[in-house]
Structures are given as C-alpha cells and as structure tokens.
Nanobody, 126 residues
C-alpha cells in the first residue's frame, strides 16, 4: 500500500495558475502510474489527468486539455498537477491516486487506482 498526501489547494481567482503536489511513500513510486481526479459538490469523482509510470505518456479529460499539465518527479516520489487559466467550474476537491498494478497504462477508470490521498480543495472565484 502507498500513502499519498496532496498539497497546494486553496482559494484562487479565475485565470490563476495553482500547482497541486502529491507526495507518495510506502512502495516503489516509479513503478506505478499516477492520476488526479476531482469531485465537485453533489457530483461523482471524475478523472482529470494521468501519467504513466515512466512519465512518458499523459492523459487528460477534454475540459482541461491545454490548461492543466500532469508531471512526476520519480526521484522525489511526487506527482504534480499544474493548473493554468483556472475557471470557476474547476472548483472541486482534487484527489491524487496511485495505480493498483505496476507498469500498466493508467486509464481513466477510478477502479484502476487502489490508493488515494485525502484530497485538497481548490476553489476558483470569478
């Protein structure tokens, strides 16, 4: 099992560029794909972005393509979500997640991710 701790959330203005971080511990970080999901009030938890174990491929939901960037630093056991030009509709609790199976493409299904952080709130005001 891996432990995940997110940071970097908070209240921002539309157009700002916050960066979320997720520090991992407890197993070999570099063997597993990582993902970011978000959950707005009253809605289901939705896929935002994912990155392969090697960092060579990334995946995004259409609504954040061109604005958000997922990256990882395997030496620091950390995955990041750089959020540019945020909008009020980006308001949600953002969760970091680690894939359950090593060396597999992450996909967008939350069921592929077996470990989750506690979440960090991002509130975007207009």
């Amino acid at each position: 099992q891996v432990q995940l701790v997110e940071s970097g959330g908070g209240s921002v203005q539309a157009g700002d560029s916050p960066r979320l971080s997720c520090a991992a511990s407890g197993r070999t970080f570099s063997d597993y794909a990582m993902g970011w999901f978000r959950q707005a009030p009253g809605k289901e938890r939705d896929f935002v972005a994912a990155i392969t174990w090697s960092g060579t491929r990334t995946y995004y939901v259409d609504s954040v393509k061109g604005r958000f960037t997922i990256s990882r630093d395997n030496a620091k056991n950390t995955v990041y979500l750089q959020m540019n030009s945020v909008k009020p509709e980006d308001t949600a609790v953002y969760y970091c997640a680690a894939a359950s199976v090593p060396y597999r493409p992450p996909g967008q299904d939350p069921a592929n991710f077996g470990s989750w952080g506690q979440g960090t709130q991002v509130t975007v005001s207009s």
